[in-house]
């Protein structure tokens, strides 16, 4: 009888790592053919292929992004104009919310220091990037603080300016947003 029980305990153990489980959580099925993104998932273009850390320290997947124009605004704690751009870039991300993704990105060094004054700015529903080492702002280019880029789904630069030039970038925002 101990013999059947251990030959069972032992059949048990070496048949574990043939289930299909895997220890990274990934799923063949899900992954789709060749890693393509699962069915209904667009893939993302080279452009918005980066990971970055949100100031409340979570990770955000810029594939997340994909089928849409992009507006990004790069801000710094040093910048005298942010605050006020803030709730500019809020009431846009409101205005053309499911059809523009809005993105604040915070220059390096803003660590947690922003939060308030980024709290207003979509109350929860704009991601604050943290853009360590300028990662993001030398991928896209942009000049430095109080910047916007907006980008159209291919990755075109449609928009590069200051949050002085607000008019030229909501005729831009709103030419984008009524081909969507």
Not at 26 to 43: E, F, Q, W, Y
Not at 86 to 112: I, Q, S
């Amino acid at each position: 009888m101990r013999s059947r029980v251990a030959a069972a305990v032992l059949l048990l153990a070496l048949s574990l790592p043939l289930t299909g489980c895997s220890s990274d959580g990934s799923d063949p099925a899900a992954r789709g053919a060749a890693g393509a993104p699962p069915a209904g998932r667009l893939a993302a273009p080279s452009h918005l292929r980066f990971t970055a850390k949100t100031l409340d320290g979570a990770t955000f997947d810029g594939a997340a992004l994909a089928g849409k124009p992009v507006l990004f605004w790069f801000y710094g704690s040093a910048c005298a104009e942010c605050p006020a751009q803030a709730f500019e870039t809020a009431a846009r991300a409101d205005r053309y919310v499911g059809r523009v993704h809005v993105v604040a990105v915070a220059e390096p060094g803003t660590g947690n220091g922003l939060q308030g004054f980024a709290a207003p700015a979509g109350a929860g529903r704009l991601p604050h990037l943290s853009d360590t080492g300028h990662a993001l702002r030398d991928r896209f280019h942009a000049e430095g603080v109080n910047t916007y880029l907006l980008l159209d789904e291919d990755g075109e630069v449609l928009y590069k300016g200051a949050g002085a030039e607000g008019d030229k970038l909501d005729g831009e925002l709103a030419a984008v947003a009524s081909g969507v």
